[in-house]
């Protein structure tokens, strides 16, 4: 369903704080400390590819768009914020914006964010033994990562940020 009123860069940002909170109140939930790593990025979902392109616009106040590219069958644009986001010690630079996948009905909203995180994804799940993590990505050779599912949103952890995967995917052409 497409959105019917124009988006707006700033009103988006504002979103932000409170979707951090609602993500750190699930971490505290389940006893994850994520104060030692890093918050790579942020994902705003698009609920059409009317409404992506939209969006595009709206972000362009706030954050400059750096890369754009076709990622399992539909396109994703990486933007750095104009001004960081600071929140609870971290400073957020990028977010992600990408396409409705084929075939799935999304809404407009911010997702999830993803952690760079310091060590193995092994050592790090076994430190939370009561924590469902969904692993179907932690064998994958670019960029493994472990997944927590909450209401509404998402958090994964990951070894690369993805400012480097983007730098790298330019460099390779």
């Known amino acids: 369903m497409s959105h019917s009123v124009p988006f707006d860069g700033q009103s988006l940002i504002q979103e932000i ?54 990622v399992g069958g539909r396109m994703i644009s990486i933007f750095t914020f104009h001004e960081p986001i600071l929140y609870r010690g971290h400073k957020i630079t990028l977010f992600e914006l990408p396409a409705p996948k084929p075939g799935r009905e999304e809404i407009n909203a911010w997702e999830h964010l993803e952690f760079v995180i310091d060590e193995d994804l092994y050592s790090f799940q076994t430190k939370y033994p009561n924590t469902v993590f969904d692993t179907k990505n932690l064998n994958r050779v670019e960029n493994p990562d472990l997944t927590l599912h909450f209401p509404n949103t998402m958090v994964r952890f990951h070894l690369e940020s993805l400012h480097d995967i983007v730098m790298r995917e330019k460099e390779q052409g």
């Open 17 to 70: 704080p409170n979707f951090l909170d609602h993500v750190f109140d699930h971490l505290k939930e389940e006893g994850i400390n994520t104060d030692r790593y890093f918050i790579d990025h942020l994902c705003y979902r698009s609920a059409s590819e009317e409404d992506y392109q939209a969006l595009q616009s709206a972000f362009a106040s706030v954050a400059k768009k750096i890369h754009e590219a076709l």
